[in-house]
């Protein structure tokens, strides 16, 4: 059990691949003429728009294709003959309830932190290259480029993260990248130029550890309660569906200032602070 997170992170290790191999694929995807901020602004609306709707059509082909790709995987779980899930513990007693599992203390907060995790997450990501756009004055591909170090980071941070872990307290590593993160967004916030896209990109160091860590600590001490404990983390992920949608009205209320924006993944990162410093500890309390 003292060793759940750093054996977590170690599996979660190489799907941080994905993170740099998406932006050399998306470069194929979206190779073409790209604009500047500037040369965007010189554009009548019309021309403004139909190229806005021409890079849009770039990418039906390839969500069209991941979507099959799903359907086939959904389909073929669905035909496969899996062994019986026993709901049990091995003493023969009823393994816990789905709600009574949030009598954790614990629990609940990891809950509450893996939702803000991974709507930071996604607002880091979903708004970097519009980010090193207009802070760094790039025009799309170059921003994806920048946005290929980001991912680098990421994977480089998933080894490095796991490899403190051996030494350094979970809760502890969790908290020194949460305050690390803050200051960060701070910087991504205030600063200027290519100081706002490196801090961006050095979020998605000190965030790789974050998603399989908070896990293993919100799950640690549960007993019977662990299933339906993790499938409470796991639909804490649509954080990244919502917390977006609020950056993005963020965004817009301040004229499409896209800096300000990162407020909300710093009010994440608070939280996530907390969690690591106190919200992680096992109380044994009904609710």
Known sequence: PDKAAWRLNLA?????????????????ILSGKSHTQEELAAMSDAVRNNYFLTEASTVKTPYIILGTILVLVALLFYFMKLPEVKTTSKDGISQGSFIGALKHKHLRWAVIAQFFYVGAQVCVTSFFIRAAQQAGGFDEYTALYYLGLYGTLFLVGRFVGTALLRY???NKLLSIYAVISVLLSIVAITGSGLVVVYALGGLGFFMSIMFPTIFALGIDGIGDDTKPGSSWLIMSIVGGAILPYAMGTLIDAYGDNI????SIPLVCYLIILFFGLKGYKIVHKTI
Do not use: E, H, M
Not at 12 to 28: E, H, K, S, W
Not at 259 to 262: E, L, N, P, S, T
């Open 12 to 28: 979660a290790t190489f799907n941080g691949l994905a993170a740099p191999l998406a932006t050399i694929v998306g470069r194929f």
């Open 168 to 170: 350094i307290a979970s």
């Open 259 to 262: 800096q300000i924006g990162y």
